[in-house]
């Protein structure tokens, strides 16, 4: 993910934190062992999934970053997977 804007909002960049042993989350390059990648932004929230430390798991922390975080700010309503 590297570091997002969320467009219009001010104060929410989103981030991939890396979470390290002991569960604590690393912003920027964490220098002991990275087990898992998780979404945060810069305000606090913290994302619920915790995905692997690969670029998929970097691309899985931005969307839910973007879905469940950055969206409901700007008011819109994630579409849900049709069945």
Do not use: N
Request: hydrophobic residues 35%; glycine residues 14%.
């Amino acid at each position: 993910m590297g570091q997002r804007v969320a467009p219009r909002i001010p104060g929410h960049q989103g981030y991939v934190a890396q979470q390290i042993a002991g569960g604590r989350l690393v912003r920027g390059r964490a220098t002991e062992k990275v087990w898992s990648y998780v979404a945060a932004c810069e305000c606090g929230w913290i994302g619920k999934e915790v995905s692997f430390p690969t670029s998929d798991g970097a691309d899985t922390c931005e969307g839910e970053w973007y879905m469940v975080h950055v969206l409901p700010l700007l008011g819109v309503r994630p579409v849900k997977e049709r069945r």
